[in-house]
């Protein structure tokens, strides 16, 4: 918990997925609402289902084992090109239109996330990493975040030994968010296609705007929240625990709603 | 011309075309060979025969008008995914594994390498872009470079309205080694399948080591040298004139030997 985190300078470390990517008319929007955000950012992506319909051209099914997806060697080579470089490129040059200084990376560039490649136990899968903050060098990061430039972070890690990774961007965004907390007041966003945490999953005005740990437990005890949601929560909680600031879940289409306070679930540790 | 030109740092910046990206093991001997260069120094890469071969997976012939290629909607997704995505990163990872801190970048990343996309007159080449040095900010290849990162350049530049331009590599190499020209001692090394300027275009053992503009002009006169070759050599003078200190032609499985003076073809204003 970051006591004097009001002396440090805001960081957001913002997160969107598939939904946004896949669709050019909400990207667009959302990267224009992006670009407003008047403090130091990083965006985070997922890959969305282009690397999926690109897989199907060239004869690359995705695999799953037990429903979890597993990265083969042709998986792995996709996932480089159409993260790494098509979605991700695409993001770039559209903020660099828009007076952002935005540079593409995974974190093999600049070693910025050197990862684990998952050990195999009952499952094998793949070219996946796992990452670990206390392996993490924030100093790349501060280097660009202070000389004005806004990482733009496809959802690719490194082993170290010369291989790409597949990794979860949720877990990317949470990482950075919690490693940077010792130099700025970090606010994780993660956007998503529904308006934050829902008392009635159904209902997109039945939004919790706020959500400390106590209330948290209660409504979980109470049976109220979506069950989808919960594992979002904890990560949520976690990432507070380990010194972020603020983390606040909502629509992807509401950023400047989720930035200013007034859109999506914010989670607080403590009363405020 | 560079009169005062020892009294800076060295920096190499070194094009490998497809020939080496397209060959596992060739690409493994340069990388090696490279990180073991004990100077500044950035690689920029085309693109290799990769690219037309995921294109033909995928459905996109490529286009030649009058044996120009021609950048398309599909063929500019395809080469920022391949050349941006996965030959970069490969090089990155694998840099990366050999105590090389690389940065995979492209022209858009940090607006590195502003274009303008070339107008249309007899051909319509499409998504390619013309780069001018004049519009070239050096801060950011600064910012890397005093910091210990070394750039890895893919053949990708942008038009600061939102798009990707496909852009020659050897002109990237050419026109970020005269624009650091002025802040460090560039040497500018092209690698490619010959040993460098042969008298003899069949006889790699009749390498030019050394070749002044005079020189230069005497051979073009006595119709000794291979036409091929005289883009790339006009092309070396005019980025000598233009403030680097050395360009090196030579083969890329003779990295050392181009960066420590024994082999290649060197070339040099006046005589030294």
Redesign the interface.
Known sequence: MSNFSSDKEKLFVIKIGGNVIDNSAKLDSFLKDFSVINSKKILVHGGGKIATA?GE???IASKYIDGRRITDNKTI?LV???????V???I???L??INC??????G????LLPAEKRPVKEIDYGWVGDIFRENINPE?WK?FLE?G?IPVVAP?T?D?????LNTNADTIASVIAVVLSSFYQTNLVFCFEKNGVLENVNNEDSLISKLTFNDYLSLKNSDKLFAGILPKIDNAFDAINKGVNEVIIGNSSQLASLINGTGGTKFFFNEQ
Chains 1, 2 share one sequence.
Do not use: F, R, W
Request: hydrophobic share 40%; proline share 0%; net charge positive.
């Open positions: 690109i051209k060239l004869g080579d480089t090109m159409v993260y790494g470089g098509l991700n490129k695409q770039v040059a559209k660099q239109s200084n935005a540079i593409g990376i995974t093999a560039d600049a070693n790349n280097l000389n430039l690719l490194h170290g030994t010369g291989h790409i």
